[in-house]
């Protein structure tokens, strides 16, 4: 295993990949990009607040002013640098990867992601070495009230319909992993009007379940909906920029529903183009062809979306993996907002599976498997375009080929040391045909 690192940050598994001294390096060379004041926040995983201490001490030693934010969801840490005037941040967070995985994720002064150019400037700043001062703790200002800020953020949001909710008042059973999206998300459900049902709150506790938010690790989730006759159930990954959702039979209808379902809600207020990444669903080209709108694609990662959306003046977009951009909001994935949307939607049709059967439904099958990069970029990439000479080539990310009907896309991850194989058809079963050529491609 290696740090592995992308738009996305720097993640990997701690006390080998991820050390307490490479943390500290990291803060220093981002605090030498000229920054006097940065946020820390942590997504609440075990060993996150060493790690804290440990960005700050970098941090310190550089010349920035360090404010800590506790436990906060990455997109909380987004919204306080911008609100707040801090000149960056830092996100300590290995988002949906494992407990053994920890991480770097850093913020402009605007509260977003740093672009490739900048990642690459930071990364070439660490591998050059950075002096760092003799080890002792940083002095840290604590910054409470982030949670609450950002709560109050996504409530003023013309887009949510509190008086529907309210009026409807859904139950609606929240997993949140024991992490950091458990400050945020009951919360706001119970100041929406929802009645809301916790599970997997206790923050600290460790993960009891696999971090992300997929079918295979909701089984708790789906039992607690139709244990208490829920119209629905929200899990988000553990710094809560994710949101997969549950309908009210206990069926865990994947996260590409979230950002098609947060997508009509917005569009139906104020229609404008969407932007989404080149492995989510076409859901949303249904959707933008249906409002008459444009769907721009760009490469996946959050940083390469916001892009995308600040080009075009996107009034919606995100990423087919659950996470939901509202710039009225928050110029990054947030699972709190995305909740707020669905919450809408559910205040209409009563429960998750009308406003997703609002959709045409389409088999998509998302796999990984280990591929070595060097070996990827080397000659397996254009192996996958070769296996597919029939079909529409997209090189925005790793190799994408679509048909009229079909689509298939096999790209390196940027959070773990992979290669992603995603497919969507109408019918299963080219789905799974198109997922067999890709991994042939691959030699798998």
């Known amino acids: 295993m290696v740090l592995i690192r992308s738009v996305s940050g720097v993640r990997g598994v701690v006390g080998s990949d991820l050390t307490a001294d490479l943390a500290e390096r990291y803060g220093a060379a981002f605090a030498s990009l000229g920054l006097g004041s940065v946020a820390v926040g942590r997504d ?12 700050s001490r970098g941090l310190a030693a550089a010349g920035a002013a360090v404010h800590d934010l506790g436990v906060a969801p ?10 707040r005037g801090f000149e960056g941040g830092v996100a300590v967070t290995a988002s949906h990867n494992p407990e053994e995985y920890n991480g770097l994720k850093f913020f402009t002064g605007a509260g977003i992601f740093l672009d490739a150019i900048a990642a690459a400037r930071l990364f070439a700043l660490v591998d050059a070495g950075v002096d760092l001062a003799p080890d ?6 604590p910054a409470p009230g982030a949670a609450r800020d950002h709560i109050d953020r996504v409530l003023a949001s013309p887009f949510v319909d509190r008086a529907a909710i309210a009026e409807r008042s859904p139950t609606i059973v929240v997993d949140c992993v024991n992490a950091s999206g458990s400050l945020v998300l009951p919360e706001l459900l119970r100041e929406l009007g929802c009645r809301v049902v916790e599970i997997h709150t206790d923050v600290g506790a460790g993960f009891p379940r696999g971090a992300e938010p997929i079918p295979e690790h909701l089984g708790k989730l789906s039992a607690a909906v139709r244990e208490h006759r829920a119209a629905g159930g929200l899990a988000c990954d553990p710094d809560a920029d994710r949101l997969a959702l ?21 569009l139906e207020r104020a229609p404008g183009p969407v932007v989404a990444n080149v492995s989510t669903s076409r859901m949303l080209d249904d959707l933008a062809a249906e409002f008459g709108v444009e769907v721009h694609r760009s490469a996946v990662g959050e940083a390469n979306v916001v892009e995308k959306m600040t080009e075009v003046s996107a009034v919606v977009g995100g990423e087919g993996n659950g996470g939901v951009i509202l710039p009225a909001v928050h110029a990054g994935r947030d699972a709190a907002t995305a909740a707020a949307l669905v919450a809408t939607a559910i205040a209409r049709d009563g429960g998750v599976s009308g406003p997703a059967a609002r959709f045409r439904r389409y088999a998509m099958v998302k796999e990984k498997v280990p591929i070595d990069r060097q070996a990827f970029e080397a000659g397996l990439c254009d192996a996958v375009r070769g296996a597919f000479p029939d079909g529409e080539f997209d090189g925005t990310d790793g190799a994408k080929i679509a048909w009229p009907d079909r689509w298939v896309h096999v790209r390196m991850s940027g959070t773990e040391p992979v290669a992603r194989i995603i497919a969507e058809a109408e019918r299963e079963e080219d789905t799974l045909a198109l997922i067999a050529r890709a991994r042939a491609a691959l030699g798998q």
Do not use: C, K, N
């Not at 549950?246 to 917005?266: F, K, P």
């Open 246 to 266: 549950v309908d009210e039979r206990g069926h865990a209808i994947g996260e590409e529903y979230t950002l098609a379902i947060a997508s009509r809600v917005v």
């Open 44 to 55: 609440g995983r075990p060993g996150g607040d060493r790690l804290v201490r440990a960005v």
């Open 136 to 141: 002792t703790d940083a002095d840290v200002v």
């Open 74 to 83: 990455t997109p909380t840490v987004g919204m306080a640098v911008r609100a």
